[in-house]
């Protein structure tokens, strides 16, 4: 998967550069577009372009888009309300990006050692971010609090039950704030030079909310590696009714453990155990791990899976076009098969809803990569906008505004 990268040099560039912009950046854009497209181009560089409309047309975002920096940075890409957030590793610094004439440019930053991996985020309000991270060298399970428009933080530690021998890792694969409590969802790994291991449990840990007190633990061995880390890709949801749904990942690609199936869980509203009416094991249905999932309303959801046939290694993830998207039925338990052209790159953010319309970004070695809309009421899928020009991975789609 893709890492952030960074330098001091390229701390000492946003320092200078935040007390310019700061106080310019909070202005309300009236000429403000509704969509963000976050691409990679052959070479590996990486461009942002924000635009009106998905249905149709084309565009080149690597001559029309904004460049951005360091390179190699999407795995940690954060959108909300018109900016860009991300955590810079080496120098332990949250940063606040914008694009402004075309250029994408830093507005803010706030220091939150010792993060220096995001496992997961989470809008605790809408000016509130909570950020969990695991660090293995010093085997401490973190969280930053950043208030987004003073870009002030909070750290701490999560009361959540380290790792021990044989595990020496962890991942925290969801967190769901609801009641007053917030839902963690993670899994234990054996991680050396050799393998990579995950425990056949998975884990959810019921804090109080904002207090973090550790209230209770729930376990599950009918899969493992509940969600995934969501700056990459979402694998959880809430229904219009409240209840929680959360996908568990064991396939090769993420949890490596595929003898457990892939499965979707629930957690009802107002209730704090997993409801033991509701497990869907997805592998028998589709014959295949999946990754990914989104709310498409009416009781349905988008899944991501691979096609094991296609490849032969972690590394044909990336390189290999091997994926197919599914609809699934959450109350019936039955999926159906899009008819998309084979997708590539196990974790994506891929998937947006907006007035009924789903649109689907799609990388296809032979197709080309479009933006396809799916109509659920009808069933039907046309195509929508192309993306041209040397772009080899559509790695993000997302509202820039929830208003």
Same mark, same amino acid.
């Given at each position: 998967?893709?890492?952030?990268?960074?330098?001091?040099?390229?701390?000492?560039?946003?320092?200078?550069?935040?007390s310019?912009?700061?106080?310019?950046?909070?202005?309300?854009?009236l000429?403000r577009?509704?969509?963000?497209?976050?691409?990679?181009?052959?070479?590996?560089?990486?461009?942002?372009?924000?635009?009106?409309?998905?249905?149709?047309?084309?565009?080149?975002?690597?001559?029309?888009?904004?460049?951005t920096?360091?390179?190699?940075?999407?795995?940690?890409?954060i959108?909300?309300?018109?900016?860009?957030?991300?955590?810079?590793?080496?120098?332990?610094?949250?940063?606040?990006?914008?694009?402004?004439?075309?250029?994408?440019?830093?507005?803010?930053?706030?220091?939150?050692?010792?993060?220096?991996?995001?496992?997961?985020?989470?809008?605790?309000?809408?000016?509130? @971010?909570? &950020?969990?991270?695991?660090?293995? %060298?010093?085997?401490? =399970?973190?969280?930053? /609090?950043? +208030?987004?428009? $003073?870009?002030?933080a909070?750290?701490?530690?999560?009361?959540?039950s380290?790792?021990?021998?044989?595990?020496?890792?962890?991942?925290?694969?969801?967190?769901?704030?609801?009641?007053?409590?917030?839902?963690?969802?993670?899994?234990?790994?054996?991680?050396?030079?050799?393998?990579?291991i995950?425990?056949?449990?998975?884990?959810?840990?019921?804090?109080?909310?904002?207090?973090?007190?550790?209230?209770?633990?729930?376990?599950?061995?009918?899969?493992?590696?509940?969600g995934?880390?969501?700056?990459?890709?979402?694998?959880?949801?809430s229904?219009?009714?409240?209840?929680?749904?959360?996908?568990?990942?064991?396939? @090769?690609? &993420?949890?490596?453990?595929?003898? %457990?199936?892939?499965? =979707?869980?629930?957690? /009802?509203? +107002?209730?704090? $155990?997993?409801?033991?009416?509701?497990?869907?094991?997805?592998?028998?249905?589709?014959?295949?791990h999946?990754?990914?999932l989104?709310?498409?309303?009416?009781?349905?959801?988008?899944?991501?899976?691979?096609?094991?046939?296609?490849?032969?290694?972690?590394?044909?993830?990336?390189?290999?076009?091997?994926?197919?998207?599914?609809?699934?039925?959450?109350?019936?338990?039955?999926?159906?098969?899009?008819?998309?052209?084979?997708?590539?790159?196990?974790?994506?953010?891929?998937?947006?809803?907006?007035?009924?319309?789903?649109?689907?970004?799609?990388?296809?070695?032979?197709?080309?990569?479009?933006?396809?809309?799916?109509?659920?009421?009808?069933?039907?899928?046309? %195509?929508?906008?192309?993306l041209?020009?040397?772009?080899?991975?559509?790695?993000?789609?997302?509202?820039?505004?929830?208003?």
């Amino acid at each position: 998967m893709i890492r952030a990268k960074g330098n001091l040099r390229f701390l000492q560039i946003l320092i200078l550069t935040v007390s310019f912009l700061t106080g310019c950046s909070e202005k309300q854009n009236l000429d403000r577009k509704k969509y963000s497209i976050y691409t990679m181009a052959k070479d590996y560089k990486e461009y942002i372009i924000q635009l009106d409309d998905l249905s149709s047309g084309y565009i080149d975002p690597v001559k029309n888009g904004a460049r951005t920096y360091p390179k190699q940075i999407w795995f940690d890409l954060i959108v909300q309300n018109g900016f860009y957030y991300r955590l810079e590793r080496k120098t332990h610094y949250f940063l606040k990006y914008t694009i402004e004439n075309n250029q994408y440019i830093p507005v803010d930053s706030v220091a939150i050692p010792p993060l220096t991996y995001l496992d997961n985020y989470n809008w605790v309000h809408p000016d509130t @971010l909570l &950020l969990l991270s695991y660090d293995r %060298k010093i085997s401490r =399970l973190s969280y930053a /609090r950043i +208030n987004v428009k $003073t870009m002030k933080a909070e750290v701490g530690k999560m009361p959540l039950s380290l790792p021990k021998a044989p595990y020496n890792s962890m991942s925290v694969g969801f967190s769901e704030l609801r009641n007053k409590q917030l839902l963690v969802g993670y899994s234990y790994h054996q991680i050396s030079s050799q393998n990579f291991i995950t425990t056949d449990t998975a884990y959810v840990d019921i804090l109080s909310y904002p207090e973090l007190k550790w209230l209770k633990t729930l376990k599950d061995h009918r899969s493992t590696y509940p969600g995934g880390s969501n700056t990459a890709q979402p694998n959880t949801f809430s229904d219009k009714k409240g209840d929680f749904y959360f996908l568990t990942c064991p396939g @090769l690609a &993420l949890g490596n453990h595929p003898d %457990k199936p892939t499965a =979707l869980y629930r957690i /009802r509203k +107002n209730e704090d $155990t997993i409801d033991s009416t509701y497990f869907w094991n997805i592998s028998e249905s589709i014959k295949n791990h999946g990754y990914g999932l989104w709310n498409i309303g009416d009781g349905k959801a988008i899944l991501r899976s691979e096609r094991r046939d296609l490849f032969k290694g972690v590394e044909d993830h990336y390189k290999v076009p091997h994926i197919e998207f599914f609809v699934l039925d959450l109350k019936q338990k039955t999926t159906k098969k899009l008819d998309l052209p084979l997708d590539k790159g196990t974790s994506r953010q891929c998937v947006l809803v907006e007035n009924g319309r789903v649109y689907i970004s799609i990388n296809s070695d032979t197709g080309g990569n479009y933006i396809w809309i799916y109509d659920p009421e009808t069933d039907n899928l046309t %195509k929508g906008l192309k993306l041209s020009g040397e772009v080899d991975y559509i790695l993000r789609m997302e509202m820039l505004y929830e208003d």
